[in-house]
T-cell receptor
Framework: EDQVTQSPEALRLQEGESSSLNCSYT??????LFWYRQDPGKGPEFLFT???AGEEKEKERLKATLTKKESFLHITAPKPEDSATYLC????????????FGPGTRLSVLP | ETGVTQTPRHLVMGMTNKKSLKCEQH?????MYWYKQSAKKPLELMFV???????ENNSVPSRFSPECPNSSHLFLHLHTLQPEDSALYLC??????????????FGPGTRLTVL
């Protein structure tokens, strides 16, 4: 069964304290690995798509990387406004459910 | 309007009410989705429509009834709901609903409370 897990479940950082979030996947025929940011009570906001192992993408303080088994979201010198839940999803070709979402990592950045 | 919009943003209903959630996408996409997000649970896919054809019904109870009149609009009709149906209901769209490479773009959600 295809599955995506994320760790840690929650992470508290001091402002400026860099860290990484992990997304492990077992998705047969993975076509893309997607990262989203979700603020409380709002819809997920798209951040990155990674398509092949070794690929990296950056946006401001965030950098996403992909291996054959997992993806990391590295946060460099975070600010309080980076506080959110970060979701990852594995994309597969499927005539129906083509995304498998992980449970998310809840990030809090303290000033 | 841009992106994916949802109305209403908040809804409180009794167990015997009938209500509808509306979603509209302004991205020119061909696939639309309904998801349910409960506290501390992963996103649960409910329905998928590709080119107005339903391609996924993820064992959703019949008290939830979707409708997709065209590729830009999606509705979720609700009737005789249960308190455990209280959740954030999210609509999303993508270029095609069968590809694992297409990004799904989400609306802001409807916070539903069933009393």
């Amino acid at each position: 069964e295809d599955q995506v897990t994320q760790s840690p479940e929650a992470l508290r950082l001091q402002e400026g304290e860099s860290s990484s979030l992990n997304c492990s996947y077992t998705v047969s025929g993975l076509r893309g690995l997607f990262w989203y940011r979700q603020d409380p009570g709002k819809g997920p906001e798209f951040l990155f798509t990674l398509y092949s192992a070794g690929e990296e993408k950056e946006k401001e303080r965030l950098k996403a990387t992909l291996t054959k088994k997992e993806s990391f979201l590295h946060i460099t010198a975070p600010k309080p406004e980076d506080s959110a839940t970060y979701l990852c999803a594995g994309g597969r070709d499927n005539y129906g459910q083509n995304f498998v979402f992980g449970p998310g990592t809840r990030l809090s950045v303290l000033p | 309007e841009t992106g994916v919009t949802q109305t209403p943003r908040h809804l409180v209903m009794g167990m015997t009410n009938k209500k509808s959630l509306k979603c509209e996408q302004h991205l020119g996409h061909n696939a639309m989705y309904w998801y349910k997000q409960s506290a501390k649970k992963p996103l649960e896919l409910m329905f998928v429509y590709n080119f107005k054809e339903q391609t996924e019904n993820n064992s959703v109870p019949s008290r939830f009834s979707p409708e997709c009149p065209n590729s830009s609009h999606l509705f979720l009709h609700l009737h005789t709901l249960q308190p455990e149906d209280s959740a954030l209901y999210l609509c999303a769209s993508s270029q095609a609903g069968t590809s694992g490479t297409d990004t799904q773009y989400f609306g802001p959600g409807t916070r539903l409370t069933v009393l």
